[in-house]
């Protein structure tokens, strides 16, 4: 199983390399190391690599950045302060309900999140949503199974309407839980992995153009085949107790990040 894993890994586009990883900006770094970041957030920092994420995505602090259904505000607590000064932060949930948790650390840090405004993804008629072609960059991490589940697939049109949103050479900055491309018997649909291929093709029919692809969040100790799906592994721990040692070894999943551009 780890030798799929470590395949999908190499896998890429012709032409297109796996990058690098980047510096990022102290700007960037500060906003990382911030004192104000929840205990439990930076803990998980060694899985999301915020810092490289953000800078493989080419976010700046005078950025418009719209980030997709935010939940707890993990990456919000780095990109509202970050965005404070000179940029704007959108925080786009799926209902007013959804922004609760953003909402809050507002209400706490009002400084730090006053560029912060709010949107419904995907909206609908009558709802506040980001306006079409102001952002520069969107980004989404962790949510394209989400929108595969069940049985209507509703994955082609969320990146239609992250394509709306963009400006014209706008970025899309995606993370998604890994499905090796030849791995059988794990359901896209069901397990919480999507493969690269299939997260390509949504992106690529509604007009987005694949750049680049970086291996920062690459997890080669996940085997992707556990019985509860990707919730098995760390932080959700699906099993609970069982095999939990075995699990909290393998650290949070395998995950793809890449980057698109709305051409111009």
């Not at 957030?41 to 602090?61: C, I, M, Q, W």
């Not at 059988?184 to 690269?196: A, C, I, L, Q």
């Not at 939990?244 to 999943?253: F, M, N, P, Q, V």
């Amino acid at each position: 199983m780890h030798r799929i894993a470590l395949a999908a890994f190499s896998l890429a586009l012709p032409g297109l390399a796996i990058a690098a990883a980047t510096s990022p900006s102290p700007a960037l770094v500060a906003a990382v190391k911030a004192p104000t970041r929840t205990p439990a957030n930076v803990a998980r920092d060694r899985y999301r690599h915020p810092a490289e994420t953000l800078s493989f995505f080419g976010v700046k602090p005078t950025d418009t950045v719209v980030e997709i259904w935010p939940s707890g505000g993990w990456y919000a607590e780095i990109l509202a302060p970050y965005l404070a000064q000179r940029g704007v932060y959108y925080a786009a949930a799926p209902s007013e309900k959804g922004l609760g948790a953003v909402q809050r650390l507002q209400a706490a840090n009002p400084a730090l999140f006053r560029s912060m405004k709010t949107a419904i993804f995907p909206a609908a008629a009558g709802q506040a949503t980001v306006p079409a072609g102001t952002a520069d960059v969107v980004l989404t991490f962790r949510n394209v199974h989400n929108w595969r589940f069940g049985e209507s697939d509703r994955t082609q049109a969320a990146f239609d309407q992250m394509f709306a949103m963009l400006k014209p050479g706008g970025t899309l900055g995606l993370v998604e839980h890994r499905l090796p491309e030849t791995q059988v018997g794990v359901d896209e649909g069901k397990s919480g992995y999507m493969k690269r291929s299939s997260v390509v093709a949504y992106a690529t029919k509604a007009g987005f153009r694949l750049v680049g692809e970086s291996n920062v969040n690459a997890n080669p100790k996940d085997t992707h085949d556990y019985p509860g799906g990707v919730w098995t592994l760390p932080p959700s721990y699906a099993e609970k107790d069982k095999d939990r040692a075995r699990y909290a070894a393998i650290g949070e999943s395998d995950r793809m990040t890449l980057k698109f551009v709305r051409p111009k």
